[in-house]
Structures are given as C-alpha cells and as structure tokens.
C-alpha cells in the first residue's frame, strides 16, 4: 500500500465549475499536509497547505483535512483552463521531517 | 533569480558515465532533498539532509551518492549511469517543522532536471 493515495485521473471538469480531488494517507504521525499544482515538465508549485482538521480557504481554492480518517481534499471552484495541471498530494510528518508525495492526479478543464 | 538552482537543466548520457547534478539554495534552509519523477510514480526520494553533517537514504537511494558541500549546496551523483535512471530530477528545501500557525513549512523546489541516459 502506498503511503499517499490519489486518483491519478485523468479528471475532466467543465469550465466554470468544481473540480473535486481527494488524496488518503496512511502514516497516522503526519502533521502537515500540502497541495501542489504541476505543469507539464515544469516543478511543483504551493497551491495550500493545512495543518489541522476543518477547511481552508484560499481565493478559489479550498483545502478540507480530517486526520480521523486520514484524508485531505481539495476544492477548486470556477475551473479555469489554466487550471488544467497534475495536483500533487503531500504529506509530512513533523518527528521525520520527510515529504511522501502521492502519484497526482491529472485535471483537464474542458472550455 | 530562483531561490532553488538546479544545474544543468537537461543533460543526454551514456550508460555507464558518471554523473553530478547539482543544487543551490538562497533560502536559507537547513533541509534539502532530492527525488525523481517518472510518469505515474510522482516523486519518490532519493536523498535528504537535514544540516551538512546529516545524510540520510531515502526510498529510491541505490545507484546515487550524494554531498552536501554547505548550508546552500547539495549535489546528487550518478557513478555509473543505467538508462532506468532517465527521469526528471527535483531539488528541494524546507524549514524545521512547524513552530507557530502560520509558518510555512512547505518544500520549494528546484526547476529540475531532465537526465537521459542512452
């Protein structure tokens, strides 16, 4: 079993409306948990970051964790072409200090 | 300029060559990483330091070395090149964990490298 899990896609969402991903953890320690947007051959870059239970909003981003079952969503509403991308899920535990990055999962946002 | 410098940005190799991708930082972070990318795998870790006398394997390490030469440098080495290490390469860096809300913690990354290996 992978420590971090997300659907890899790909995720077709119409333009102008909610692009839902969902990414599940095992390691129960993790303490910090990351979204990132990636382009094609380009590096990872922030989208959130949450680090306790409930939601956070970002612009037209939200971040959901529930450590209980162990998973971390994000929200992206309005979907713009330009937030066609791979979305990585990252998590971290503070005792370790290490990232372990789920596979991505692909978003397509179709005009 | 980037806070995270990787160099070079592409390289083609022969199976067999040595080879030293490199990393620079103007962030000021004491932990620094390396991972690889290939399609569907994400990033799986290679290498990571938590201060220049701290080395650590990581998931993927056989086959890699790697030197911290300073606070701000980090560099991953192939000693002898296969063609399933064709990939694309990522430096990163972090700060220690988190101390207060909102402090970042989050890994920056370097504009990576991809490395062919023929």
């Known amino acids: 079993q992978k420590e971090v899990e997300q659907n890899s896609g790909p995720l077709s969402v119409p333009e102008g409306a909610i692009a839902s991903l969902n990414c599940t953890y095992s390691?129960?320690?993790?303490?910090?948990f990351f979204w990132y947007r990636q382009y094609s051959g380009k590096s990872p870059e922030l989208i959130m970051s949450?680090?306790?239970?409930g939601d956070k909003e970002d612009g037209r981003f939200t971040a959901q964790l529930n450590k209980a079952s162990q998973y971390v969503s994000l929200l992206i509403r309005d979907s713009q072409p330009s937030d066609s991308a791979t979305y990585l899920c990252?998590?971290?535990?503070?005792?370790?200090?290490?990232?372990?990055f789920g596979a991505g999962t692909q978003v397509v946002v179709t005009p | 300029d980037a806070d995270v410098t990787q160099t070079p940005r592409n390289r083609i190799t022969k199976t067999g060559k040595r080879i030293m991708l490199e990393c620079s930082q103007t962030k000021g972070h004491d932990r620094m990483y390396w991972y690889r990318q290939d399609p569907g795998l994400g990033l799986r870790l290679i290498y990571y330091s938590f201060d220049v006398k701290d080395i650590n394997k990581g998931e993927i390490s056989d086959g890699y070395s790697v030197s911290r030469q300073a606070q701000a440098k980090f560099s991953l080495s192939l000693e002898s090149a296969i063609p399933n290490q064709t990939a694309l390469y990522f430096c990163a860096t972090s700060d220690p964990a988190l101390r207060q809300p909102g402090d970042n913690t989050e890994a920056f990354f370097g504009q990576g490298t991809r490395l062919t290996v023929v």
């Open positions: 990252a998590v971290k535990s503070d005792s370790w200090g290490k990232f372990q």
């Open positions: 390691d129960r320690g993790s303490q910090s």
């Open positions: 949450i680090y306790s239970n």
